[in-house]
């Protein structure tokens, strides 16, 4: 029993961890966006390539019908400084509408007004990790720290999240109109270039339909006819990567528990055939007094069934106890799904079952004469 207290326990906490996981990965994507095209400049750098600039955005926003929203991104690197304290940084020049496009959670302050956006106003927004690396533990709000030998207040401090378009926890925003024309080079022949931009899908349409547009809008643009001076990805794609390697681990991991389903099974049938072998005179004796083979077979797999399902309630309890002690001390909180109970107790169940029988088989055959004389 102890094996199969083991093993079912392990397999609920396994299933139960790998379910979620993907649950949180998958609520961490979507206040990204699994409905946003990101765009970022790349590509072969070959003479009189053309960079991304907000004569593109700009294009993409009237003639891309499947956009709902284009956000343009500018991006740098930056030495942000605090009185003695410095780091680098990447800086992220954003719109006001960023938060149209993809959502950010606050542990402090907010997201910039519409005014200090379009006033240029000396403001920023720092990532979680960068504003403890500059302010250990005082309170950022209001604090000025320098940016690229500029100025700037601090009105807000990300919340870390997995992943996404910009580095929201490590990283300084600002708002865009500042960052192009102040903190980031971003003059070019071709206009007020950027390092990117964020397209949000309309509600009647795909991501592979926006993808499309933008690549053959930008194709058209950029006069491209061999690769692409861009690149161009979603969240989906990364969300549906990862949902295959966390589901293929998840069933390694399970199979990898369920093995000792399997040991345990074997040492039930070993304990039974010890038990026939030990009780052979009982044996002998009721089959003396007209116990038919059905019956004895019955006697013994019933034995083997309860120890697998009494292991298996145990293993069940263990289990669910487990996973409710590791989703307090985890990011995520594993879940329980019904069939992943259903099916650890039903394996239990079957194992005493299958390797039951043997034993049960050898008992019932058993010569009542050579029985009663065995001792």
Known sequence: MVGLIIGVGAVILVIALGVGAQNFVKDQFRGLGTNVVGVYDGGPRTKGRRPLTLADVE?????????????????????????????????????????????????????????????????????????KKLFSFEDPIGKTIVVNNRQLTVVGVT????????????????????????????????GKKVG????????????????????????????????DDFLIGNIQETLDLFNNIALGVTVVLGLTAAISLV?????????????????TREIGLRKA???????????????????SVLGGLLGMAWGLAAAVAVGQFSPFKPEITPWSVVLALGVSVATGLFFGVFPARRAARLDPIVALRSE
């Open 59 to 131: 294009a993409v926003r009237t003639q891309a019908p499947a956009v709902e929203a284009v956000a343009p991104l500018a991006l740098g690197n930056a030495s942000v400084s605090w009185g003695s304290r410095k780091s680098q940084a990447q800086l992220t020049g954003v719109p006001p509408n960023l938060e149209r496009v993809t959502r950010l959670g606050y542990s402090k302050g907010r997201f910039f007004s519409l005014g200090e956006v379009e006033s240029r106003a000396r403001v920023a927004i720092l990532g979680e990790t960068l504003a």
């Open 159 to 190: 919340r870390p999240s997995f992943g996404g378009w910009i580095d929201v926890d490590r990283g300084v925003l600002v708002p865009l109109p500042l960052a192009l024309e102040s903190l980031i080079a971003s003059d070019s022949p071709f």
């Open 196 to 227: 990117g931009f964020l397209a949000a899908t309309k509600a009647d349409s795909t991501i592979d339909q926006v993808t499309f547009e933008l690549k053959n809008l930008l194709r058209l643009r950029h006069n491209v006819t061999d690769k």
């Open 263 to 279: 040991v345990s099974g074997i040492g039930i049938m070993n304990i039974m055939l010890v038990s026939v072998t030990e009780r």
């Open 289 to 307: 007094l007209g116990a038919s083979e059905e019956v004895i077979l019955a006697q013994f797999v019933t034995e083997a069934v309860l120890l």
